[in-house]
């Protein structure tokens, strides 16, 4: 910690400080410039507050040195996490790994339909909501179980491993049944009571960057799950809230280079929640290729006009088909490549 | 539903989309403008996703009618809603409720005599964290049924009501048998199976808005508990994410008369959360009071300096007094008044 | 300037930043911690550029020391800065200043009805929009010169100072002609060129904040007026752009704590474009003198439904005679008052 | 424009809405529907504010139906624009216009050094700022007209075109001397007498997007320039302010697919600026290629490290080199194609 003194701190207000942090047990070198005093602080810094020191008078900045996420740190672990998903499906190696489906699953034919075009076209990995969050207490609120077992049952006829949104505590263990990659959803991500829960859930984690969240806490939330000894976790670029409305987040793709160079955890971008309306689905997804994402999370639809959620943002398959071979262009440009149609 | 038809729009194009709103078992009101074919809508929005027409060839807007949250709104419900609060206080009426406390229980001393001066201002309920979200795993995550039990023991022994904070459904039960008003956090604003639950929890509940929550969504979350059948919902306004960085978040008080216009629940406000320094808190409070919020939640402590958990935006005792004083007189100029000290 | 060093940062990497820093002729201070090295740097800031060594191999942070707005802060000038406006008016002071006026001077009889009253109420400052900058090229543009002359007949029969907008160096003269207090507008407040010209105006100039400039840009921008020679700056809150659209612009508040902490020079509050519907400006008002504004700015409109530009926004005269009424109150309250009526 | 009333408006408070219409000189067509009662107004939006009728007791809403930006319009403008800077680079065609250069001209060896390169990389065009706008008065101003005629001398000696910002009014017949391409900063977006000024400027505008500015506001700017008879208006993505800190701003490439979705006129992208940081530039320049921009300006420099101004976000020629064969590759997949080399 680094504390940077007002110009007109009195030497008594430097003085409350410095002792402030001797009694916390820590040891501070006291550097005078020409207009400011600077505190350098050794030690734990769980030890003093960051908040506690910076409202003391005379104070005008503390500025923290250690990383709060040390775990999930490319500082601390300069190789790149690689994570198995189901038996074949490694995500954060050269392979780009691509996970489409509908939105929610809502019959046998339609989720059917959507594993064999996505493994035909060269995805790996089957999603579908069984479990829905909804803004609106009014609004379909997702197939449950049921949807789970058709979920995996369409995703091993077509050799895809699953993904599927864990909503609660208590629906980890069912959704563990039948998913190979436990989605936590953008309004969960700081559902810290969840996140401790799969830190031993033993399955990896798919953590969605919550809407209002930075890049930082973003990453502490992972740190949450590595603490508890769950090492393989994802993180997936959703969309952030601003003032612009005209999409329905804006996806900061930018986040992609910023975790690769702060973080060895693999990363992936889900354009159509980022956006929300499926005429700007394709540019973004190429777009996350080409900035260096380690997958994309693509709803594909048999039917989009006549999906029960959030068909507006879903792909037709013949759309979806074209843009898996754009990526696949796109990914040789920059040493990786997407993977063989089944 | 009112369907905005682009300028350039084919009438096959129009057709479609009459035939897409019929196909639903809705009537549909077709009016050709100079510019622009407006089409209208008429019957049950659920049957209909506004996405869904919005990505519809020929289709420029979607503009829907009918409000998401019926329950919550001023339009169906003209009389304000007041909500008891444990035996005495009453929250949405002329008096303003002041809850005061701090940040996390921390012993038997540091409640007791938050107690005292809270009471002895004229705040009507205590505050107090027992069960705790930190965005990092490394943070205090606080004192559980112990801090409950002392928190009911210090209220009870100076006529105060309790309001803490629930972060999961397994807990609704156990706060309950403590609290009077039980919190959802900003990180749990959508945490839906959480306000389903809460709606049967028998207990007032007090909704913080998320952080990055439009008013909109905040009465939708509202919503969900309401369509439980628990009527009793209090809003409390404490903060948005901003690009401003100089104080924690920005303290949209502007929500207080939108709220009062859109809604018949009461709104109070959080200064301490808004904008987590304590230089500012006392401001901002007297601000939301004249805004016309129906309480503030205010954040003291003994001894701020030495507080485990946000102590730098806790109030010292003598402050919190003069705040009080201030409100006092800011309250009579709109006709209200704040609790008698006991 | 004080560079974090990155965990895994090498001896080498560390090396260069050392040459680079004394390249510039600046001094380098190493301290070596536990898993970082710290670099303080002393001399002069501008020789060198945080983001240049923001870049480096090895760099993990570079946390500039000094202020960026030496003559705005509160560190470098104790004293608070009162700015007079006309003859009469101080702001800064004890007395909260009151500007009031409409959005357009459209009108003799429109101007001259706003000016009697808002002198009759207490208010010191007459505004009114003679040059108008408008987002859509087919908006009413302004009145123009014959605006600003019935701005300054109006005021002048009922003792009032004049604030008004210059849009653009060439207006700087005419518009110093007939008002007292030169307004840039929030559109403005990076236009340099103006910034820079202002600071030779002469007269005092009313600095809005821009709709997406940080507390700390905000003071840079009065820096460059206070550079040129020009000490008398006055700042307007007027709301910052937020994802919230149920009010215009989100009114940040907390501005006016923080700016009085940071700085010397007076802060005034405008609700109206805050907000942009006369439904919640009283309140923000009211808000505003509490949170301790040294002035409002309001639109009043003789008959807000015929405004030809924000009338939306205008208080009818009754509403603000009430409004005024309030704040006199509560003002008292933190010691404060505010202008008697003529 | 139609105006949605509130459920519970009153008889007289719907008749007193269409009376207002009816007085501007507009038609009203009243539909009651089972809960609110919709008014649809025929005509001339200029001659009623959306504003004032929203503010009309037992209104709820009011939205607009015409667009704000006709001009700007692809409703309006089905065939998209291609724009001719200088003697033969088209903006908006099969080709993507690559336009690089340095952040400020500072010397003639590094903008003929810049030029040089730019041209064999296949680049059309150079960039380079002679009149810079800065947040800091203590920061370097530009190079000024030296700069103008060293960049259109180096630019002339490798056959490219010029763009550089134009600040104010007064420099534009100066700038036009030496420049093809005239930009207006983001700063400026907003600042009205300048487009108007712009769009009798005779060459064509390279519009920067306000840091807060919504993609329509955006596009009502365009529509300043357009309505004043200038047809050649280029669009530029630099990103939007938001929470994040991690990037300087938050690339909004969404914006790509929105504008070719909305607009005819070309969009280009700067993820120079954008990100500010040359680690994460050109992943994002990558990623607008991909997405479909018309163009990137990238900020490359001889030496990045000893730059004046921005250095931190320039490129190395190398970098850039490595980048353009990539989006040569990239380019392809959508059916277009980078300039070749020279």
Redesign the interface.
């Known amino acids: 910690m ?1 504390i ?1 003194c ?3 701190a009195t030497e008594a207000q430097i003085n409350a400080v410095e002792s ?1 942090i001797r009694e916390a047990g820590l040891v501070v ?1 006291r ?1 005078d ?4 005093t ?1 505190l ?1 602080v ?1 030690g734990d810094r ?1 030890r003093l ?1 960051v ?2 020191v ?3 008078p005379g104070v ?2 503390v ?1 923290p ?4 996420y040390k775990l999930a740190s490319h ?2 672990h ?1 190789e790149n996490t690689i994570v198995r998903v189901g038996e074949e499906c490694l995500v954060g190696g050269m392979e780009i790994a691509v996970m489409a489906g509908p939105c929610a699953v809502e019959s046998e034919e339609q989720i059917e339909a959507s594993a064999e075009f996505a493994a035909a076209s060269g995805a790996r990995i089957l999603r579908g909501g069984a479990f829905k ?7 379909f609120q997702g197939s449950g179980i049921e949807g789970l077992k058709m979920l995996r049952n369409a995703a091993d006829r077509h050799g895809l491993a699953v993904v599927t949104e864990v ?4 629906l980890i263990e069912t959704v563990s049944e039948y998913a190979d990659l436990l989605q936590v959803g953008a ?2 991500m ?4 969840l996140l ?1 829960a799969l830190g031993h859930a033993g399955k990896p984690i798919l953590l969605k960057r ?3 969240a ?4 973003w990453l ?2 992972a ?2 799950i590595l ?1 508890e000894g769950n090492p393989d976790v994802i993180l997936c670029e959703r969309g ?8 329905r987040n ?9 975790i690769k ?2 973080s060895h955890l693999p990363i992936i971008v889900d354009p159509s929640h ?7 689905v394709s ?2 997804a ?7 994402a380690d997958g994309i999370m693509v709803e594909i639809h048999p039917n989009p ?1 006549k ?1 029960l959620s ?4 879903s792909l037709a398959f013949e759309e979806f088909g074209l843009l898996m ?2 990526c696949r ?2 990914a ?3 040493g990786r490549r997407l993977g063989k149609a089944k």
Chains 1, 2, 3, 4 share one sequence.
């Open positions: 680094i940077i007002e110009a007109k402030k070198h550097s410039g020409a207009e400011h600077i350098g050794v769980i507050d908040g506690t910076s409202v003391m005008r900045d500025v040195v250690s990383t709060p500082e601390f300069p969050p909804r803004s609106s207490p009014y609004a909503m609660t505590i208590e309004r969960n700081q559902n810290f009571p401790t919550g809407m209002s930075t890049i930082q806490e502490m939330s740190e949450y603490t952030i809230r601003t003032f612009e409305t005209a999409t804006t996806l900061d793709l930018s986040s992609v280079p910023v160079h702060l980022g956006v929300g309306n499926r005429r700007f540019s973004m190429r777009a996350a290729v080409a900035a260096g006009d999906a959030d068909g507006p943002q071979n754009r262009i796109i040789t440009t920059i």
